[in-house]
């Protein structure tokens, strides 16, 4: 029987410090090498058969991972936080962090965290940067506001940004003086460039083969657009890694975390540890989402008079996350199930 080698990588932005265990936890070889592909390849060609490799994940282990998994029985990628937890130590350096990881592989103790495809995480990619996309457009307009006020110069909150607007207040305000109309002038053109450019990746993902299908599926739920959609599909990656729609709440960050001891029961606010963009989202599309659906509608006003206004929110979020996971589980479209139906039901 083939014996299984265990390799802890412990990776950087220009060196990968690596361990090798086999099923005894005897040290096979370690060493450091530079993180380059060419490297990684002729490393590969010295290790032993077969052999198994982990890392935490970082910015840089989606190509080290891509690399590795065609010649590795397994490639696995552990959570950052679980694994601090699990291999916690008064002394660390990276030839420690390389040991502690092979033997949370070897010994089955790996907290290990989803991969996505790389065709998923490519388009991820896209859809992260036209979000970036959307920021720097707002920055840009703020900035637009800002000089005019600076300047002291009266303007419409509502119509600033509109292109007649913007241009008749230009050629009409005696306040905005020569020097500040070129900076202005900038800043406008900046938007326009960005909202062109985000809205050329935003059509480019909804026509993909690999998305279009979903995102329209996704799409026949009440106050789902095609950005929600987008982002639902590219950071979930696969649905079915949800076991319950709890879980996928939790991933989501619309639930907080709880810190109980002797019957003293704490919750926080909405956990830190969650998938931001999708939370994001989801927040931003529940604001929204009364005005398109009457049951949403329902819900926030049930939840408003419990509370607030931001527990009404995130119970349309989190009913939001509830239809989406059926949705995409069932690979169906959404249907509204009509009050006497619910009844009889």
């Known amino acids: ?8 990588l412990d990776v950087h932005k220009k060196t990968i410090g690596y361990c090798v265990k086999d099923g005894s936890g005897r040290i096979y070889a370690e060493a450091e090498i530079p993180a380059t592909r ?19 994940a970082t910015i840089f282990t989606a190509w080290i991972y891509d690399h590795l998994k065609p010649h590795a029985a397994a490639v696995k990628v552990a959570h950052p936080l679980m694994l601090r937890a699990i291999a916690a130590a008064k002394k660390k350096n990276d030839r420690i962090d390389a040991h502690k990881i092979a ?30 996309l959307v920021r720097q457009a707002v920055q840009m307009k703020n900035k637009i506001a800002v000089l005019l006020m600076e300047a002291g110069v009266s303007y419409n909150k509502q119509k600033l940004h509109k292109v007649g607007y ?4 230009l050629a009409t305000n005696q306040d905005i003086d020569e020097g500040l109309k070129p900076l202005l002038r900038l800043c406008r053109e900046t938007v326009v460039r960005l909202g062109k450019t985000e809205s050329a ?23 789902v657009g095609p950005i929600t959609a987008l982002t ?5 990656g696969d649905v079915q890694r949800f076991s319950s729609i709890k879980k996928a709440i939790s991933y989501c960050g619309l639930c907080g975390a ?53 527990r009404a929110t995130l119970a349309v979020a989190r009913k939001l996350v509830a ?5 995409d589980r069932r690979q169906k479209d959404f249907l509204v199930v009509e009050n006497e139906n619910r009844t009889a039901a």
């Open 103 to 132: 033997d949370c592989l070897r010994c089955n103790f790996l907290p290990e965290c989803y991969m996505a495809s790389a065709e998923i995480r490519e388009r991820r990619r896209t859809l992260r940067y036209r979000n970036l």
């Open 323 to 327: 239809y989406l996971v059926a949705v």
């Open 201 to 223: 990746l935003v059509r480019s993902l909804q026509r993909d083969s690999l998305l279009m299908e979903r995102v329209e599926r996704l799409m026949t739920i009440p106050a």
């Open 1 to 8: 029987m083939e014996n299984m080698y265990y390799i802890g």
């Open 258 to 310: 709880e810190n109980s001891s002797a019957n003293i029961i704490k919750r926080t606010p909405l956990s830190k540890q969650r998938n931001k963009h999708l939370q994001t989202m989801l927040i931003e599309a529940a604001k929204m989402a009364p005005r398109n659906s009457p049951d949403l509608a329902m819900l926030y006003d049930r939840e408003k008079q419990k509370g607030n206004a931001n």
């Open 166 to 169: 913007f241009r008749e207040l």
């Open 232 to 236: 639902w599909a590219l950071e979930v």
């Open 38 to 56: 060419l490297d990684l390849d002729m490393w590969m060609k010295t290790l032993p058969q077969p052999w198994t490799a982990a890392m935490e």
